[in-house]
T-cell receptor
Framework: AQSVTQPDIHITVSEGASLELRCNYSYGATPYLFWYVQSPGQGLQLLLKYFSGDTLVQGIKGFEAEFKRSQSSFNLRKPSVHWSDAAEYFCAVGSSNTGKLIFGQGTTLQVKP | NAGVTQTPKFQVLKTGQSMTLQCAQDMNHNSMYWYRQDPGMGLRLIYYSASEGTTDKGEVPNGYNVSRLNKREFSLRLESAAPSQTSVYFC????????????FGPGTRLLVL
């Protein structure tokens, strides 16, 4: 069965520091992978997605993610975090047939001044 | 463009009452989805509609019904609300299924007493 695990429920980083949010997935075929961000009281916004090709994917707001098939991972990174990046981040894996998304539990990012 | 809109924003129900959550999109998307978000569980798919005239169950369909009224609108109905249905409900839409990005509405916060 498809599943997504985000091992870190809560992460705190200092403004200007680098960030890595972890995501591990379980999927039988080539996965479609997504990272979404949710600001407090808002809906979800797509940061980036991976379907095939280059395993390093660039997204909005300076985020990038790397697909590693051997590790079943799709970790999200940012070189320098801004206070406005404080939010909840969700990794998701999608079905190629139905478009159904399976979400991870989410990681809450807190940014210290 | 408004994107994906949801009404109401907030609702309080008593156990056993019924209500319908409304969702509309103005992006001419074919596929629409209903999710619920609960703390520590990410988002879980309730029902989806791959195209106008079709609906299918997601991970957690029990206690819910849906109607794809037309291409724009996809409603979620709770026939007899239970406290376990207290949640935040998100509607999403996409051009099609598979690798397409899903665009999310702002959510409806539902409290069942």
């Amino acid at each position: 069965a498809q599943s997504v695990t985000q091992p870190d429920i809560h992460i705190t980083v200092s403004e200007g520091a680098s960030l890595e949010l972890r995501c591990n997935y379980s999927y039988g075929a080539t996965p479609y992978l997504f990272w979404y961000v949710q600001s407090p009281g808002q809906g979800l916004q797509l940061l980036l997605k991976y379907f095939s090709g280059d395993t390093l994917v660039q997204g909005i707001k300076g985020f990038e993610a790397e697909f590693k098939r051997s590790q079943s991972s799709f970790n999200l990174r940012k070189p320098s975090v801004h206070w406005s990046d404080a939010a909840e981040y969700f990794c998701a894996v999608g079905s190629s047939n139905t478009g159904k998304l399976i979400f991870g539990q989410g990681t809450t990012l807190q940014v210290k001044p | 463009n408004a994107g994906v809109t949801q009404t109401p924003k907030f609702q309080v129900l008593k156990t056993g009452q019924s209500m319908t959550l409304q969702c509309a999109q103005d992006m001419n998307h074919n596929s629409m989805y209903w999710y619920r978000q609960d703390p520590g569980m990410g988002l879980r798919l309730i029902y989806y509609s791959a195209s106008e005239g079709t609906t299918d169950k997601g991970e957690v369909p029990n206690g819910y019904n849906v109607s794809r009224l037309n291409k724009r609108e996809f409603s979620l109905r709770l026939e007899s609300a239970a406290p376990s249905q207290t949640s935040v409900y998100f509607c999403a839409s996409s051009v099609g299924t598979g690798r397409e990005t899903q665009y999310f509405g702002p959510g409806t916060r539902l409290l069942v007493l």
